[in-house]
C-alpha cells in the first residue's frame, strides 16, 4: 500500500537550481557546504534579504521607517547587513545590546523592549543612550532612578498594552491581560510622568501581534494603532515624537500559506499617513521587522547519515535536528505539526518520487524535520534544506540539546 | 470578579522551609543564591539523588543494573555524582561521549543509542571502547567498517524497534514505524550477521517509551521486552550477554499525578527474575533511567524583577523563562500546557493569598513559568522557584535565545 504524502509548506522565492543542486548566493549546496567546512549550517543570503528591503520600501509610504528586531537572527554578519539595510533596531536584552555593541553598531539607533529588564540592563542602556520602551509603571520607576544615578536624561517610550488584537496573527500580543506593556488606558497618566520627570520622550510603541499573513487584518491593526495611539497622546495632552507601530508582517511556512500582501498593505498606511492627526503629523512612524526580513533569506542544510525503513516507512535520518530547528520540528509554539518547506537539496531539480520521514538524529520522537514527505530518492550522504531557517533558528534553539552543540553559521 | 486559579504541580518530596524559605540540601535559597552569585539557577541536589537511587535499588530485584542516561543531565558535576551511584551510563552523542570523558569516566562502562551516528562519532566510540547501540542495518555495515579500519572489535548491541509500546506514556517509542532501532523481525538476522563479523556482542536494547507513571503499564511493557528479547534470541540461536530494558519510570509533573509505585515495578520484575529462559539465564539485566534519577533533584530559581497588572490579572515577571525551561513553559512535546510545581521560593511557608501569573522576561507570550497560580504575595526581589528542573532543564532549552545566555548550575 502506498503511503500518502503530507505537503510541505512553499519555497521561498529567490531558490533555484545550478548543476542540479539547490543554489544560495550563486553557489550550489555542496560548494557552501565545503566553504562551511561541515554540516549543519545555516546559510543566509545577503542578496535575499537586500531585496527583500528593497521591495519592502517600494511598497510602504516613504515617510515609514524600518526598524530589524534582531532577536530574529544576530549572527554578526546578518547584523551587519541589516543595520545598513534598516533604519534602526530593536533588542530585547542586556545580551542583545551587547551583540549590537560588539558589531560597532550606534545605539542611539536601538530601541530596547522587553517585559523582564534588569537594573543592570537599564543602566547598560541608559548610559548608551539607547531608547528603553517601558513595560510598566514598576520598569519607569526603575529607569528614572538608574538614569539620576547616572546624570543622564533617559530615553524614554511607553509600551502600549492595546485594547485590540491582530487577527489570524501567530501570536497575538493585545486584546486582553498581557505580561507586555502598559494597559492602554493607564499610558496617558504614565506619559505625563516620565515627561514631568525631565525624559527624552521618545512616544509609544505598541505592538499587536506576530507572523500575520492577511493583509486586510494588518490593515486594520495599523488603524486602531494609529488611532489607539491619537487618544492616547491626546489625552495626554502631548505630541508623539516617534511611533513604533509593532510588527506582525508573516512569511509562509506551511502548506497552503500564501505570501502577504505588502502592497495591499502599503496603499492603506500611505492612505491614513494623508490624513494624520495633529498628534501624529510630525512623529517619526516605526514598523519593526524580524522574521519578515530575514526569515526566508534562511536555509539551513543538513546531511543524511542514514536511510532506514520501519514497518513500511522510510526515514532519512540527518546530522541536524531539532536543536537546530525547534519551530520547524513543531515544539515551539504549534499545536499541530505541520511540515515546513524541504528539499533534498543536492538533487534539488530532480522529480520526487518517494514518500519519507526525515528525522533528526537526536534519541527523541520529538525530532522530525518533514513528516512523508514527498521527495527525490536520497541516499546517505545527501543533503536536505530546510527552507524559511533564517529566523527564529539558530538562536532560538536548544543546541545544547543531548551534547550535540551548534550548527555552523554563514552569510552568503 | 475573583480569578479562579489553575492548579500547579505537586512539589516532590525533601523540599521543606528553614527560616520561612524553602530549603535545598541544609540551605536556604537566599544563601544558595548568594553562593551562586546570580540568579537565574540551576540547583541540584546530591542527597536527593542518592536518595532516590537507594530507594530505587531497594525496590528492585538485586540482579537489576541501573544505568544513568546523561541526556537527562550532564552538567559535570551532576555526571560525577551519577557515575558513582549508577551502572553504567548510556549517551547519545559525540559530544556527550567528551562530556564522558572530560568527567574521567571509564568509557567501557557506557553505551552509546542515537539513531544519527556520523562516521566520526562512530570511531570515536569504537576506539574508546564504548558499546554501540546499532540502530540500523546501515550504522552496523558503517560500524564494522570503521571497526575494521581501527584494528578493533566493536561492541555492539541492537536497539530493537519492539512492536508493543508503553502504554500511557509521555513519549512512545515502540510500536509502529520509528525512526529508533530495528524492526524486531529483522533483528535476529542482523544478529546473525555482527555476530559472524566478529564483534564483540553486547545483547539488545529495547526501549518502549518514558515518563509513565502506571506501574502496570511498565510491568507489562517489561514483560514483553523480555518476551521478546527471548524471541529474538532464540531465533538468532544465540544467548543474549545483555539486555538493556529501556526506562520508562516517570515522575509527576502536572496536577493530579502521582508517583509511580516502584514497589510494584520491583516485586513484577523479581517474579519474572525468577523464571527466565535460557537464552537471558546468565544476561545482564540493566534499566536506563535519567529523568527519574535527577529530574526531582533539582530545582531552578528566578528573581522578580517586575510585578505588574494587566487587565486586573497580576503578573509576576521574572529574570528567568523558556530559554532556561522550556519544557515548563509547555512548548516541549506537550499539547496542552500545564503548570508544573512552583513556589514563592523566600516565602515557602506563607500561606497562598493570591493569582498571579509568572512569566519569563522573553518579549514573547510563550514564555510562561505558571498560569494563574494561587501562591503567596510576592515582590519584585522574591524567588521564584519551579520544581522538578533536574532533567531536560538547562541542557534542553533554547539559552542563547533573545541573547540571554544560560542560567547558573550548582551542585548542594
Given at each position: 500500500?502506498?503511503i500518502k504524502p503530507k505537503p510541505v509548506g ?244 506551511f502548506p ?54 520501519s514497518?513500511?516507512e522510510t526515514y532519512l535520518?540527518t546530522?541536524?535536528g531539532l536543536?537546530?530547528q525547534?519551530?520547524a520540528s513543531g515544539n515551539?509554539?504549534q499545536?499541530v505539526r505541520r511540515n515546513y518547506p524541504v ?11 518517494e514518500v519519507a520521514n526525515v528525522v533528526g538524529?537526536?534519541?527523541?520522537p520529538l525530532d522530525r524535520l518533514a513528516d512523508r514527505a514527498h521527495l ?8 536536505v534544506?530546510v ?26
Open positions: 500500500m502506498a512553499p519555497i521561498p522565492e529567490g531558490y533555484g537550481a545550478r548543476e542540479g543542486e539547490l543554489e544560495i548566493g550563486c553557489e550550489t549546496a555542496s560548494r557552501l557546504i565545503d566553504r562551511a567546512g561541515r554540516t549543519p549550517v545555516f546559510l543566509y543570503s545577503r542578496a535575499l534579504m537586500e531585496q527583500r528591503m528593497a521591495h519592502l520600501r517600494g511598497a510602504m509610504p516613504e515617510r515609514l521607517k524600518i526598524n530589524y528586531a534582531i532577536k530574529a537572527n544576530s549572527f554578526e554578519p546578518v547584523l551587519q547587513v541589516m543595520a545598513k539595510l534598516a533604519d534602526g533596531l530593536d533588542i530585547a536584552s542586556g545580551g542583545e545590546l551587547d551583540l549590537v555593541r560588539a558589531a560597532g553598531i550606534d545605539p542611539e539607533r536601538v530601541s530596547f523592549a522587553g517585559p523582564g529588564k534588569r537594573d543592570v540592563e537599564l543602566e547598560a542602556a541608559i548610559g548608551a543612550g539607547v531608547t528603553l520602551n517601558l513595560e510598566s509603571e514598576g520598569e519607569a520607576t526603575r529607569a528614572l532612578a538608574t538614569a539620576e544615578r547616572l546624570g543622564r536624561a533617559p530615553r524614554l517610550a511607553v509600551r502600549v498594552n492595546p485594547d485590540f488584537e491582530l487577527k489570524g496573527s501567530g501570536m497575538k500580543m493585545g486584546g486582553g491581560a498581557k505580561p507586555f506593556g502598559v494597559d492602554a488606558e493607564r499610558v496617558p497618566a504614565l506619559v505625563r510622568d516620565i515627561l514631568s520627570a525631565g525624559c527624552e520622550f521618545r512616544g509609544l510603541h505598541i505592538f499587536t501581534g506576530s507572523q500575520a499573513l492577511d493583509a486586510e487584518a494588518l490593515v486594520e491593526a495599523q488603524a486602531n494603532t494609529l488611532a489607539l495611539a491619537h487618544r492616547i497622546a491626546s489625552e495626554a495632552k502631548t505630541a508623539l515624537p516617534k511611533l513604533n507601530m509593532g510588527g506582525g508582517f508573516g512569511i509562509p511556512y497552503g500559506d500564501t505570501p502577504l500582501d505588502i502592497g495591499r498593505v502599503g496603499e492603506a498606511l500611505a492612505q491614513r499617513f494623508g490624513d494624520l492627526p495633529d498628534t501624529l503629523a510630525h512623529a517619526e512612524l516605526f514598523i519593526e521587522l524580524g522574521r519578515y526580513l530575514v526569515g526566508e533569506a534562511g536555509v539551513y542544510l543538513t546531511r543524511i547519515v542514514d536511510r532506514k525503513v514497518h513500511g535520518v546530522d541536524g536543536h537546530h525547534l519551530a515551539f509554539g499545536v528539499a533534498i537539496a543536492n538533487r534539488f531539480d530532480a522529480e520526487a518520487t538524529c537526536l534519541c527523541t527525490p530518492r536520497a541516499e546517505v550522504g545527501d543533503i534544506a527552507f524559511c531557517a533564517g529566523a527564529y533558528g539558530a538562536s532560538a534553539s536548544p543546541s545544547a540539546f543531548l551534547g550535540q552543540g551548534p550548527a555552523a553559521e554563514m552569510l552568503v
